[in-house]
């Protein structure tokens, strides 16, 4: 069998293999085919928890290696240090040996130790600097207050006798005698606390002191200009000075207590103004010498993280790397005795040539006489599916896959896709100079592609990135569509002459009548004349609506045309008769007829034939309603109509019972044939057995059933053909095939209705997108046209500053969203069911590539 | 009927246009997609051409001015 190309039309030919891998190489083995990328392995040892994993210890250990990384890089995020990017590295992919992985999670294990010592201890005499700090304000601001205070010792003795005066009278009352001052507090037996509290608390702190001391305090405080910074978590916080005197021991001993349980921290401060002054000068020696402790441990700190920063980026890719590779080892089935990892991965056929020599080149390296072995086994499970995409395709996929993954080997409707999905946009945004700007977009981002897929770009950006080559299309299309709606910015486009000449209306002018250029008709697209006409939007609207009931139909027909092609690749030819070829009778003898007559009744002069054209809406809703007549029988359409509709309505009743018998019908009778000659499905048999309570029969039957290909004598577990048993060998109801049936043909036959008239939202969104440009220009430069001079111009530059932002951001961004979302409906709804199946399982290979791409280092 | 065979003539070069498509497309991994975005390219852009030809080929409507006045004095 020799592999056919792969290409996007069908998802790639897969098989599942084993691989029988030495467990020696076993790592180097898995991170090869991870650089390779197109192998997705399955899982055999689910039924065991991530803890009894063989390689449990190893992921444990990379996980603290990747901790440590982390705490690299939070610190040098901490310290303003950035990190060399990932893309300056020569080759970040070569796979590190053993060795170098244990070398480098040593390496990270000291230079965390390191760093996080260098840490404790700066940030210890940061919390020792932010102390003294305090301490000094505190001293500098108490001496004001003793200052102040010790000129009211007589006072404040005077309210002791008297009980009913007040404590602070007259606090700005300083001028009293030095007398006063010389008397110590000690011998009024007059305490004192000194401190620093959070400039938020202090209101809440003075209502407490007042409320338990009864009002025996007398306390000072004044604000630290300068905020006071929290070593722990680099916040700033205001803080206050204050100063609170009082009488006796114990008050003295609650106010400590008080002022600590309120966050405050306390000094000493000695009331002496001479030691206090030593006290100061003590204080800003060992601050200068603290800080210049802290200068160093900061810069070794700096100079070591810097070094760090220069390898990080690829340490953490290596680390990242090698812990996936443990991940799928752990998936790997181990034969102790042998020494042999056993894989089962689904890997596409085309690539099995590269996996052999991958694998052969990794053994060469390892100089092992034990060849890799490379098992391709035969299953009926299905395998998942997988498109090779590039650049272009990648958008136009991810809009399918979007709604479904795709049958294996089904027909890819992202093929078809890459084409009419922009070009049903391009209907509705039809705008030659939107389509420009569009185009120029697209442009820039594929011109600097590389630069913008290594930049971080926020999400809404990176969507509009990500679908590039689609909006390029788009605005391919939408130049064309623009060229053929002649519609430039809302102005029109005069490519060619007219075919309408102005009728003279008798005094020199042009009159409000036309009459056409005998013979002539415009060639390319709608004529320019029918711009800024009374009856523009009359024959527009005509027009676009059929252009969007002919489109509609040419990709409804074209998307059925796939279930034929469906059917006929997977050999099921009931699903030709019983499914395509009433619904394409159905849909033609309906839908095609109506598309027939709007290319009809265009086609035929009605004018020359002197009668009156039959409205088409009119004669498709009395073909339903009362077959065989006519809405006006003397000006049939053409001759025979009533005819040919009442066989056409036939026809399509006739395929009714047709779409909804036939499948369940023929389903059965095969069947029953089957059943008759004596097949039955394995699953069946089981349940017979355990619903006879046959216990034995039943475990004969199952155990005998592994035992032929699961087990060998070794106990070495082949576990490919023993998994997924009822998964495909679906027992026939026939209840539920004709259920299904009448689902199928109810919706398929209400769809042909409905999604014709989905069709319409062409011409809706045409009709909006041409009618808002319109009303943007004519509220903008229609308006700046008609000023003149200076002033015009200035109006004129800032109008059209105005217009074109506008332009961009409404009609370009906003209408094309939407025309976007219109088209992607019109491809999900209307055109995919009518082929697509889309029960796949996707594709998911072990890649280093992906798993950086999913979770990027920078 | 001077025009009728117009949509004619751009089948054909539209088929010949596929044909070349169909043989030109660059070889290798890609040749399908080449392939089938030309093609149905051609034929959608052919559509929405003759469509829009057809619809103008037997007019029932003709174009009539409106506001006239002022029509006259930017013209004139």
Known sequence: ?858 | MANGWAPFIGLIVVAIFCAGAWFAAPKGDNQTIWRSTLLLSAVAMYLMWVITFLAQLHPLISPIRYDLRSDNEIGG
């Open chain 1, 1 to 858: 069998m020799a592999p056919t190309k792969d290409t996007m039309f069908r998802s790639a030919d897969m098989s599942l293999t084993q691989l029988y891998i030495s467990n020696e190489i076993g790592r180097e083995v898995v991170s090869a085919l991870g650089e390779l990328g197109v192998m997705d392995f399955r899982d055999l040892n689910s039924e065991t928890s991530a803890f009894q994993r063989t390689f449990t210890q190893e992921i444990r250990r990379l996980d603290n290696a990747e901790r440590q990384l982390r705490y690299f890089h939070a610190q040098m995020d901490k310290a303003g240090i950035t990190m060399r990017s990932i893309y300056d590295f020569n080759n970040p992919f070569t796979a590190p040996s053993a060795s170098e992985i244990d070398e480098l999670s040593d390496k990270s294990q000291s230079l965390e130790n390191r760093v996080s010592s260098l840490n404790e201890s700066y940030e210890q005499l940061k919390k020792r600097e932010v102390e003294l700090t305090e301490w000094r304000w505190v001293l500098r601001e108490a001496g004001g207050f003793f200052d102040r205070a010790r000129g009211q010792t007589e006072e404040i003795r005077h309210s002791l006798d008297e009980d009913d005066a007040p404590l602070l009278q007259d606090v700005e009352q300083n001028g009293q005698g030095e007398a006063a001052a010389d008397r110590s507090f000690s011998v009024m037996n007059i305490g004192f606390v000194a401190g620093v509290i959070p400039r938020e608390r202090i209101a809440a702190f003075e209502r407490i002191l007042w409320r338990t001391l009864r009002g025996n305090l007398y306390m000072n405080q004044s604000e630290i200009p300068e905020p006071i910074i929290n070593p722990e978590n680099n916040e700033e916080v205001s803080k206050n000075v204050f100063i609170i005197f009082a009488h006796g021991k114990d008050i003295i001993a609650k106010i400590r207590k008080i002022s600590e349980s309120l966050g405050a921290d306390l000094y000493s401060v000695d009331e002496n103004s001479e030691l206090r002054r030593d006290q100061i000068r003590e204080v800003n020696t060992r601050l200068s010498d603290l800080a210049s402790v802290l200068r160093n441990t900061k810069s070794t700190l700096d100079a070591e993280l810097t070094a760090i920063s220069r390898n990080l980026a690829a340490w953490m890719v290596i680390i990242k790397k090698e812990k996936a590779t443990y991940e799928t080892l752990n998936k790997f089935s181990y034969d102790h005795q042998r020494k042999t990892l056993i894989a089962e991965a689904w890997a596409p056929t085309n690539s099995l040539g590269l996996i052999k020599s991958t694998l052969q080149d990794v053994n060469d390296r390892a100089g092992l006489s034990v060849p890799t072995i490379v098992n391709q086994i035969k299953t009926t499970k299905t395998p998942p599916t997988f498109f090779k995409s590039n650049r272009f395709t990648v958008g136009f996929q991810t809009i399918i896959d979007a709604y479904g993954t795709i049958k294996y080997r089904e027909v890819n409707p992202a093929l078809p896709a890459i084409v009419t999905f922009p070009f049903f946009f391009a209907v509705m945004f039809g705008d030659m100079g939107h389509g420009i700007i569009l185009l120029a977009a697209s442009l820039a981002m594929i011109y600097y592609e590389k630069r913008l897929l290594r930049s971080k770009l926020d999400e809404l950006f990176s969507m509009i990135f990500y679908g590039r080559y689609i909006v390029f299309m788009m605005g391919l299309f939408s130049i064309y569509t623009g060229a053929l709606y002649c519609d430039m910015f809302s102005k029109e486009l005069p490519l060619f002459k007219s075919m309408w000449e102005w009728n003279d209306n008798g005094n020199g002018g042009i009159g409000p009548g036309s009459h056409r250029v005998e013979g002539y008709t415009y060639p390319f697209g709608l004529d320019w004349r029918w711009h800024d006409t009374d009856n523009d939007l009359l024959f527009s609207n005509s027009y676009k609506m059929k252009l969007s009931i002919l489109l509609g139909w040419c990709h409804m027909t074209f998307s059925l045309v796939w279930s034929l092609v469906n059917a006929r690749y997977f050999h099921t030819p009931i699903d030709i008769w019983g499914n395509f070829v009433p619904g394409m009778i159905f849909f033609q003898s309906i839908f095609g007829y109506l598309s027939f007559t709007i290319v009809y009744k265009w086609c035929v002069d009605w004018a020359a034939r002197g009668i009156n054209p039959p409205s088409l809406l009119n004669m498709l809703i009395l073909m339903f309603l009362q077959p065989g007549t006519l809405e006006n029988p003397e000006e049939p359409l053409y001759q025979g109509q009533a005819t040919i509709q009442v066989i056409l309505l036939m026809m399509a009743l006739v395929c009714v019972p047709v779409l909804l018998f036939l499948k369940p019908m023929y389903l059965r009778w095969e069947h029953n044939k089957a059943r008759a000659l004596g097949y039955r499905g394995i699953g069946e048999n089981t349940r017979v057995s355990a619903l006879d309570d046959d216990d034995d029969e039943g475990q004969l039957l199952n155990g005998g059933g592994r035992e032929s290909f699961g087990d060998d004598e070794d106990g070495i577990a082949m576990i490919t053909q023993d998994i997924g048993h009822g998964e495909d060998h679906e027992e026939f109801e026939f209840s539920e095939v004709m259920i299904h049936q009448v689902i199928h043909t109810i919706e398929f036959c209400l769809n042909c209705v409905s999604h014709t008239a989905s069709y319409l939202r062409l011409w809706a969104l045409s009709l909006a997108h041409q009618r808002l440009s319109i009303v943007l220009w004519e509220m903008t430069m229609k308006i700046a046209f008609g000023f003149t001079g200076i002033t015009g111009s200035i109006i004129m530059v800032a109008v059209f500053y105005m217009w074109f932002v506008l332009t961009v951001v409404v009609l370009c961004v906003m209408e094309g969203t939407s025309a976007m979302l219109h088209s992607l409906r019109l491809h999900w709804v209307e055109a995919m069911s009518k082929h697509f199946m889309g029960d796949g399982i996707p594709f998911e290979p072990f890649s280093f590539k992906t798993l950086l791409e999913e979770d990027p280092v920078e």
